[in-house]
C-alpha cells in the first residue's frame, strides 16, 4: 500500500485501487472496479467496513466520542443552538442568517396541517396499536395526499418536499401520540415554533386552558436536537437505499420509521425502560441482569448499551444523562428508574465484559428516563426519536439525490444449492 492506494495482488497478478480522501476520519479504499478486474466481491456482514456513500452532512469519531453536525460540535450545537435551526443547518449545510431562518419557519408554516382524510385512516387503528406502525403508515399515506412533492426533479423540488415533510411530520406525531391517549386529534398553530406547536398539538387538553412549560419544551428541544443525525445509521441508510430507487420522500420515511422501530436501533429507547422496570419490580437487583447480560445462554442484552460506532463514549449520552437530571429536579420528579440506570451504569462500566468490549451507555439509555418525566407514555418514545430523526433522514436523502447516487443493490455470496432438476410432486 502507498498513501494513495492500495494494492491487491491475486490470482498471480496485481491490481491498484485508489485511496478516496476524508476531511477527517476514515478514508476510503474505491473498490468500485474490483468485480470487474478480478471476479471478486466484498463481504462485509453488517456493513461494519463498508462505506456506502460520500457525505459531508454529519460526522462522528466513535474513539473519542465526537459528534459533529456540518462540523459543529453537538456539545454546542445542543447548549446554542434550536431544533428548527438544526434542521436549516443539516438541510442546507450553514446556519441560517435571520432572514433565512425567517423564511424557512414561513416555508414550514405554510404547510402546517394535515388532510382532513388522513384522520379517517388513523380512526381505523385499533388503539392498541404500536404508534410506531401507525406512524410509519400515515408517513406512506402522506404521498396520496401530496402527490406532487413525490415528482422531484431539483433541488427547488427537494427543499419544498423537504419543508412539507417537517411540517405534516409533527401533526402525524402527535396524532399518534392522541390516539393512544384517546384524545381528540389538535390542528397545527402558526403562531408558536416548530417544537412548541409539537407540544401543543400533543398536550392541548380539550377542556383547558393551554399552557407552554418552558421546561418541558426546553427538554423536548435538546432531545430532538441530539437525535437529528447520526450519519449512515440503519434507519437512514434505509431511507436512503430506498430513495435511491427514486422513491418518494414520505415513502422512503416511511421505511426508515420500521428500520427505527426495531429494538436495537431507536426501538432500545422503549427497550430501557422496560428493562428498568423489570429491574426495579424484580427487587432492583441490578448485578443479576448484569450477570445475565453476561450469559451467552441468555438472549438479554443490557438494553441501551453499546454502540456500532462509539466505542469510548457516546457524547449524546454525556449531555442527556445531565438533562435527565437537571429536568427531574425541575419538575420535581423522582424516579426510581433513574437510581436504577444509574446503578446500572456502574456496575456495568466496572466490570470487565463490558470494559473490554467497549460497552458504554448509549443515546437511548437516559431519553426515556426524560421522555417518561414529561408524561409521554413508553410506546411513543421512539417516535419521539423519529421526530428528531426527521431533518437526518431528509438531508441524507436529498444528498443522496443532489449526488445522483446510483441505485443501491449490494451483491451477495451464493452458497445454496447447485443448478438442479425440478422433481415432480408424486417423485418427492
Ligand atoms: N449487552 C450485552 N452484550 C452486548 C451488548 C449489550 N447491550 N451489546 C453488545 N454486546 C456484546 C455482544 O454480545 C458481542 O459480544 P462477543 O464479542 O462476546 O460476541 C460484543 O458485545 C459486540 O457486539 P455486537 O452485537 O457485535 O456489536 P454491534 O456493533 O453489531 O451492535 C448494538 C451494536 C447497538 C446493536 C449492540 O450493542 C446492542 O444490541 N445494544 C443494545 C441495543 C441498543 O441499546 N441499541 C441502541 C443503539 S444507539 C441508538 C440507535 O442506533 O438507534
Redesign the pocket.
Known amino acids: 500500500m502507498s498513501d494513495n492506494k492500495v494494492v491487491l495482488n491475486y490470482d498471480g497478478k496485481s491490481f491498484e485501487y485508489p485511496i478516496i480522501d476524508s476531511t477527517i476520519g476514515d478514508r476510503g479504499i474505491d473498490i468500485s472496479k474490483l468485480r470487474d478486474q478480478t471476479g471478486l466481491i466484498t463481504l462485509d456482514l453488517?456493513y461494519?467496513n463498508t462505506g456506502a456513500t460520500l457525505s459531508d452532512i454529519t460526522y462522528l469519531d466513535g474513539d473519542n466520542g465526537e459528534l459533529y453536525y456540518r462540523g459543529y460540535p453537538i456539545e454546542q450545537i445542543a447548549e446554542k443552538s434550536n431544533f428548527t435551526e438544526v434542521m436549516y443547518l443539516l438541510l442546507h449545510g450553514e446556519l441560517p442568517t435571520s432572514d433565512q431562518f425567517q423564511s424557512f419557519q414561513k416555508g414550514i408554516n405554510k404547510y402546517n396541517f394535515v388532510a382532513d382524510e388522513m384522520k379517517k385512516i388513523l380512526d381505523v387503528f385499533p388503539r392498541s396499536a404500536h404508534p410506531m406502525g401507525v406512524l410509519s403508515s400515515l408517513t406512506s399515506a402522506l404521498t396520496a395526499f401530496n402527490p406532487r412533492a413525490v415528482d422531484v426533479n431539483s433541488k427547488e423540488d427537494l427543499d419544498h418536499a423537504a419543508e412539507m415533510m417537517i411540517a405534516k411530520f409533527s401533526h402525524l406525531c402527535a396524532w399518534t401520540y392522541r390516539k393512544k391517549l384517546g384524545l381528540p386529534i389538535n390542528h397545527g398553530d402558526n403562531s408558536l415554533n416548530y417544537v412548541e406547536n409539537f407540544y401543543k398539538m400533543c398536550f392541548r387538553r380539550p377542556n383547558e386552558e393551554f399552557h407552554l412549560d418552558p421546561i418541558v419544551v426546553g427538554a423536548l428541544d435538546k432531545l430532538l436536537i441530539l437525535h437529528a443525525d447520526?450519519e449512515q445509521?440503519?434507519?437512514t441508510s434505509t431511507v436512503r437505499m430506498v430513495g435511491s430507487a427514486h422513491t418518494g420522500l414520505f415513502a422512503s420515511v416511511s421505511a426508515g420509521i420500521s428500520a427505527?422501530w426495531g429494538?436495537?436501533?431507536?426501538?432500545?429507547?422503549q427497550?430501557?425502560i422496560e428493562m428498568l422496570e423489570l429491574i426495579e419490580q424484580d427487587g432492583g437487583d441490578v448485578a443479576k441482569y448484569v450477570e445475565k447480560?453476561?450469559n451467552?445462554d441468555d438472549n438479554?442484552?443490557?438494553?441501551?448499551?453499546?454502540?456500532?460506532?462509539?466505542k469510548n463514549f457516546?457524547p449524546r449520552a454525556t449531555i442527556i444523562k445531565k438533562a435527565a437530571d437537571d429536568i427531574l429536579n425541575a419538575l420535581g420528579i423522582e424516579d426510581k428508574a433513574l437510581d436504577i440506570a444509574m446503578q446500572l451504569e456502574r456496575v456495568a462500566l466496572e466490570d470487565e465484559?463490558?470494559v473490554s468490549?467497549?460497552?458504554y451507555p448509549?443515546?437511548?439509555?437516559y431519553s426515556g428516563i426524560i421522555y417518561r418525566a414529561l408524561g409521554i407514555p413508553t410506546e411513543m418514545f421512539t417516535v419521539m426519536?423519529a421526530l428528531g430523526r426527521l431533518p437526518g433522514w431528509i438531508s441524507q436523502w436529498k444528498e443522496m439525490r443532489l449526488h445522483n447516487d446510483p441505485i443501491g443493490r449490494p451483491r451477495q455470496v451464493y452458497q445454496g444449492a447447485q443448478k438442479r432438476d425440478y422433481v415432480d410432486f408424486s417423485a418427492r
Open positions: 453488517g461494519k447520526h445509521n440503519c434507519s427505527l429494538p436495537l436501533h431507536g426501538g432500545a429507547n427497550a430501557v447480560a453476561k451467552k438479554f442484552r443490557l438494553m441501551g448499551f453499546g454502540h456500532r460506532v462509539y457516546d465484559y463490558f468490549r467497549k460497552l448509549n443515546v437511548d439509555f426519536f
